[in-house]
């Protein structure tokens, strides 16, 4: 069965620009989760989401949100980008039921590779 | 604040050599530990997932502990192979937060 699907896989923005990435989670999985990997900081959560709503966020200011569709689909926006936004841009799926979702096998994607000039 | 560590933050060796990564953790009250191998700009893949009622989980040649009361989980790699070369790292999962809190990771080199 197919994977989790991201795009754009690599993108370039400047400064004070939003950039939207999409996510297409494996079929059936409902939770999505949002992941920044950076040299600096490493791998950071952004948010996760389950039914079309946000259950849990990291610590990352309001220029960070994302959304999920009725079809399991999850977007994420950055507006007014920064140059430490540039990072790999990680979503990861699973079949996250009432539990806690750290309690499932986590699918990621191969990322969006984001870098603001 | 939960914080993962891993140590060493590279390795290298030869081919056939049996090797073991280490993950420290310092929340006790850890809900499971995953191990993820990571390719060169690739995503991550999930390796082993050990729940915290777990002592041990094993897949072909990796083997993968967890001993809460040190705070510490171990990955043993038997017979490496040029392949194994990659970046693994290890995560914390939680009950509350449903998220990871990720260590930064060992980057293994095994010579042919």
């Known amino acids: 069965k197919a994977g989790v699907t991201q795009t754009p896989r690599y993108l370039i923005k400047t400064r004070g620009q939003q950039v939207t990435l999409s996510c297409s989670p494996i079929?059936?999985?409902?939770?999505v989760s949002w992941y920044q990997q950076t040299p600096g900081q490493g791998l950071q959560f952004l948010f996760e989401y389950f039914s079309e709503t946000q259950r849990n966020k990291g610590n990352f200011p309001g220029r960070f949100s994302g959304r999920q569709f009725s079809n399991s689909r999850s977007e994420m926006n950055v507006s007014t980008l920064e140059l430490g936004d540039s990072a790999l841009y990680l979503c990861a799926s699973s079949f996250a039921g009432q539990g806690p979702s750290g309690a499932n096998v986590l699918t990621f994607g191969a990322g969006s590779r984001l870098t603001v000039l | 604040k939960q914080e993962v560590t891993q140590i060493p933050a590279a390795l290298s060796v030869p081919e056939g050599e049996n090797l073991v990564l280490n993950c420290s953790f310092t929340?006790?009250?850890?809900?499971?530990l995953q191990w993820f191998r990571q390719d060169p700009g690739k995503g991550l893949t999930s390796l082993l997932l050990i729940q915290s009622s777990q002592r041990e989980q094993t897949s072909g040649r990796l083997n993968a502990s967890l001993d809460k009361s040190s705070g510490r989980s171990t990955l043993y790699i038997a017979a490496s192979q040029p392949g194994d070369s990659a970046t693994y790292l290890c995560a914390q999962g939680d009950t509350g937060r449903r998220a990871l809190t990720f260590g930064s990771g060992t980057r293994l080199q095994v010579q042919p």
């Open positions: 079929s059936g999985h409902r939770s």
């Open positions: 929340d006790s009250a850890i809900y499971n």
